[in-house]
């Protein structure tokens, strides 16, 4: 028996719940409540803070014994209720990919940045439209758009430079990102062992059976994250690549080395490519969005209008941070693989266990039902983060 059943019932769920029941009907009703949606239900809101709160208390697990044993009064985190907004929009990936992935720290600093730059525009500093040669009142953003009083979307110029100490801090800031990057290569590297050396054991001592049972369930979890199938995949992609790279080295005494070399730098610049293209795609589209005047358009044209720039802005978000993040996990894949202080017996086992999780993951699937779910669920974490970008500009 639990005490009260509050938060149970703002989910719609019994108390018996699974922590992946708990996280379905957490995106169900996040999705249902989400003011965006019930723009002239002044209770919208209160209501997405109601199932946001629900979802921060039950989804945790010590908090969830305290709420269950002695009610919500007893269950508050400890740094206080997140704004449900803000608690939404940090569901990229999702908390559960965290001992696969780390962190998104691009994607973290590039918004660091943001507020940077805002902030010294509006402290009187040089650079975001303030002090820029931008005309008077123009406010600017990280992409180097100028933006004029009435709205419209200026062409940035040589005067809208970096002043010394903007560069000093973004040269910080990428000096923090790349510490940052090592200690979660360090922790992640420790963790994929520990992973691998499990499994090992699971098949020597004959348990695979239980392994593969756990692990079937974390990937049902995982793949309801925000992002959650892409996320698997390039797990997959990365575990098969660098797996059988490096098995083929051992087969050929290292010469494949050259090729396979070559052919990941060549993956890589191509990678670089498809991000700037995305990114200048998106610029563009942004820069189309300032001509239109959505008062203009009827409501199936405005629906597909903001359809369409969630898509662009959503490829940025996505290409940025599965940049970043494949070339951590090559790394991390890379220190496992080539640590000479492991035997290169035991490291061709580890190997055949990457191909082992590639295979896993890359079987992972999502019903019909589950993908719109995820679809509608992502572009509305997009739309808290368009909000926070705004905030950040235009606070001033």
């Not at 490829?315 to 080539?338: I, P, T, Y």
Request: hydrophobic share 35%; proline share 3%.
């Amino acid at each position: 028996m639990v005490k009260e059943t509050e938060y149970y019932d703002v989910l719609g769920i019994p108390p018996t719940a699974t922590a992946t029941e708990i996280k379905k009907a957490y995106r169900r009703k996040a999705m249902e409540t989400h003011p965006d949606k019930h723009p002239d239900d002044p209770t919208a809101s209160e209501r997405f803070q109601q199932v946001g709160e629900a979802y921060q208390v039950l989804s945790d697990p010590d908090l969830r014994k305290q709420y269950d044993e002695f009610g919500k009064d007893n269950a508050v985190p400890q740094q206080g209720f997140e704004d449900a907004g803000e608690y939404f929009s940090m569901i990229f990936g999702g908390d559960g990919f965290t001992n696969w992935i780390g962190e998104f720290s691009l994607f973290k600093e590039l918004n660091s940045a943001t507020e940077m730059m805002n902030g010294d525009a509006q402290g009187g500093g040089a650079g975001a439209g303030a002090a820029t040669g931008a005309a008077p009142g123009a406010t600017g953003d990280h992409t180097g758009v100028v933006h004029k009083p009435d709205g419209s979307a200026g062409v940035p110029t040589d005067r809208n430079k970096l002043t010394k100490e903007q560069r000093e801090k973004l040269m910080e800031l990428e000096k923090r990102r790349r510490e940052d990057l090592e200690k979660q290569v360090v922790d992640l590297t420790k963790k994929l062992n520990e992973r691998l050396e499990k499994y090992l054991i699971a098949v020597k001592e004959n348990h695979l059976k239980d392994f593969e049972a756990k692990l079937k369930q974390e990937i049902e979890d995982l793949k309801l994250e925000s992002f959650g199938i892409e996320l698997l995949y390039l797990l997959a992609k990365v575990y098969k690549t660098k797996a059988h790279d490096y098995l083929l080295s051992k087969k050929t005494m290292g010469f494949s080395k050259i090729f396979t070399g070559t052919r990941n730098n060549a993956r890589t610049v191509k990678s670089a490519y498809n991000l700037l293209s995305t990114g200048a795609e998106a610029q563009k589209a942004m820069a189309e969005m300032e001509k239109v005047n959505p008062e203009e358009l009827d409501q199936y044209e405005r629906v597909k209008f903001e359809t369409m720039l969630a898509g662009k802005a959503l490829g940025v978000m996505w290409a940025m941070s599965r940049f970043e993040l494949e070339q951590k996990l090559k790394e991390v894949c890379s220190r496992v693989l080539h640590d000479k202080n492991v035997p290169s017996r035991k490291r061709i086992e580890k190997a055949k266990a990457l191909l082992y999780f590639a295979g896993k993951f890359s079987s992972a699937r999502r019903t019909p039902e589950e993908a719109e779910e995820a679809r509608v669920f992502e572009e509305l974490i997009l739309g808290e983060q368009q909000k926070k970008e705004k905030r950040y500009r235009y606070k001033a």
